[in-house]
């Protein structure tokens, strides 16, 4: 089993859709759980932290739940430059940062 | 400030030769990581220095090797490379262990030919 686990999509969604990203993990003494993203070519960028009682950054939504060992990222409004990979990670054994093979999302005018 | 600056940004190596790859992290960040990143998959873990020490290695085999120095940066060595080793190799920084996040370097690619 890999520790992170992620539907690798593709997403294609028009402009002004809400989507949601699922991933599991494998370590449930994991602390500390990431959204990411990355652009073609590019290196992954830190969207937010996902924090236990879940977080907001305005049309972004992380949630963590940690009986099904369970993390999530909702989109609302997407825009033409949301289209991008999203990765979702998680901090392993000691400050070792786990990903997941990422989510693809392509947003459609 | 400078961000993490990863060098070379690509390279091209023969099969069997070796390779060393370096990273310079945020000034006044200690933690340094190593990650793969093969097309089409996320990065994969291969070692995390913290103050100069070996923190964690991830699942790869012993021709990859690692150190950090005392000004932060660090080296990512590769012996006896193999076609299956071309990829992107990502640097990242943070100034603790990463519990609020690591900070991306653009990357090495190397290609092995």
């Known amino acids: 089993r890999k520790e992170v686990e992620q539907d690798p999509g593709p997403f294609n969604v028009p402009e002004g859709a809400t989507v949601a990203f699922n991933c599991t993990y494998s370590?449930?003494?994991?602390?500390?759980f990431f959204w990411y993203r990355q652009d073609c070519r590019k290196e992954p960028k830190l969207l937010m932290s996902?924090?236990?009682s879940g977080n907001e950054d305005g049309r972004f939504t992380a949630q963590l739940n940690r009986a099904s060992q369970y993390i999530s990222l909702l989109i609302r409004d997407s825009k033409l430059s949301d289209s991008a990979t999203y990765l979702c990670?998680?901090?392993?054994?000691?400050?070792?940062?786990?990903f997941g093979t990422g989510t693809s999302l392509t947003v459609i005018p | 400030d400078a961000g993490v600056t990863q060098s070379p940004t690509h390279l091209i190596k023969t099969r069997g030769q070796h390779v060393t790859l370096r990273c310079s992290p945020i000034?006044?960040?200690?933690?340094v990581s190593w990650y793969q990143q093969v097309l089409g998959q996320g990065p994969q873990f291969i070692f995390q220095?913290?103050?100069?020490?070996?923190?964690g290695r991830g699942n790869f085999p012993d021709r990859f090797s690692a150190r950090q120095f005392p000004n932060y940066s660090s080296e990512l060595n590769v012996n006896a490379l193999l076609l299956g080793d071309s990829a992107l190799y990502l640097c990242?920084?943070?100034?603790?262990?990463?519990?609020?996040?690591?900070?991306f370097g653009s990357g090495t690619r190397l290609t092995v030919v």
């Open positions: 990242a920084s943070s100034p603790t262990g990463g519990s609020y996040g690591y900070t």
């Open positions: 370590n449930s003494a994991s602390q500390s």
């Open positions: 996902v924090y236990s």
């Open positions: 990670v998680v901090n392993m054994y000691g400050n070792q940062f786990y």
């Open positions: 000034s006044g960040h200690k933690s």
């Open positions: 220095y913290y103050e100069k020490e070996e923190r």
